[in-house]
């Protein structure tokens, strides 16, 4: 329990694709927060919001918005302007996180493995020509390969393509959640989600993983309908891992957490290839919190309650304004 009540100021909906599944993670951890104590209100990040952190000032916020404003530094850099302490990475390192392939090249350069790719605007098929850059692709990637907006969450534009003649429809499926696409080498194998939360250590934020979450869903893609309707993806908390692979998947997590300046908590998305190496795929600085969302599955897993976790990380966030 916190050694104080908090008003805490819980941000969730949101204008994105995502506004749905924010709103539930939202309701979740305002109600765990409740449960140890607080004082809760959410809030959507609209006209509204500036004007009531001026008159109301919140102790702290909480940041429920996946996807757009909630991921990619906006709505922390409104806070920080605002003088409002919240839970989560500073304004300008969300960017690193938010590009996948920026992440996806930090993550390479720390010496840790994630599948080949490239990154493609749609201006770029036009100018240079759809059919002979389509044939580039699969020349230098393989089939299967993954296709993704560059920016985003959800799995949202993500689609598998394990035949050439598949990729103009994926494409155009991919494109219409952004300009910019990336195109990544497909690895088979077992997808896990693993979790970060930063504890104080002898005054200082250390990184700690939490048990990493198996997901085994329908299909080639852990896509929206397999992550957000209860029973069609099975979980596995913990991942069915050797202790070499949970070593490397801990080691991973913490890494990209260190790596891209994140802080209090993230949720790294990995995949355990059939050759048992540990591929970073991306990482969310706003983890979902849904009842089919994977961080509260791993706190449960630790033997953690959300509710007393994010406490916890609202007092960090308060000492450190």
């Known amino acids: 329990m916190p050694t104080d009540q908090r008003h805490v100021l819980v941000l969730a909906g949101g204008l994105t694709h995502e506004r749905e599944v924010s709103l539930r993670s939202g309701s979740r951890v305002a109600e765990s927060l409740r449960r140890a104590g ?9 006209l509204s919001l500036i004007p009531w952190l001026a008159e109301h000032r919140p102790d702290a916020a ?3 918005l996946h996807g757009g404003r909630g991921e990619n530094g906006a709505v922390q850099g ?9 839970l989560g990475t500073a304004a300008h390192d969300c960017r690193f996180a938010w590009d996948k392939p920026t992440a996806k090249n930090l993550l390479r350069r720390a010496g840790f493995h994630t599948p080949d790719w490239f990154t493609l605007s749609h201006s770029t098929f036009r100018d240079l020509g759809a059919n ?3 044939d580039l692709l699969v020349d230098s990637l393989g089939i299967p390969i993954m296709l993704k907006p560059h920016q985003g969450g959800s799995a949202l534009g993500a689609n598998s393509v394990r035949d050439a003649a598949e990729l103009p429809a994926a494409l155009v499926s991919s494109f219409a ?3 910019v696409v990336m195109v990544e080498k497909f690895v088979t194998g077992t997808e896990i989600a693993v979790t970060v939360v930063e504890d104080i250590v002898d005054g200082v ?11 085994s869903f329908p299909g080639d893609v852990f896509d929206y309908e397999a992550r957000y309707t209860a029973g069609l993806t099975t979980y596995f908390t913990p991942a069915r891992l050797d202790d070499e692979q949970a070593r490397q998947a801990a080691e ?3 890494a990209a957490h260190r790596a891209l300046g994140l802080r209090d908590l993230s949720r790294t998305d990995a995949v355990v290839g059939d050759d048992g190496k540990v591929q970073f795929l991306e990482v969310n600085v706003s983890p979902g919190l849904t009842e089919t969302s994977m961080l509260p599955m791993a ?3 630790a033997g953690e309650d959300l509710g007393v976790l994010y406490s916890r990380l609202i007092e960090t966030a308060i000492i450190r304004h």
Request: hydrophobic share 60%.
């Open 132 to 134: 002979a850059l389509i």
């Open 299 to 301: 706190a449960e897993a």
């Open 38 to 46: 607080h004082d809760v209100v959410i809030r959507d990040a609209d």
């Open 78 to 86: 409104i806070l920080e302007m605002a003088g409002v302490p919240f």
């Open 205 to 215: 934020a250390t990184p700690r993983a939490l048990p990493a979450v198996e997901v």
């Open 177 to 179: 959640y952004g300009d």
């Open 252 to 254: 991973l997590a913490v």
């Open 62 to 64: 909480v940041i429920a």
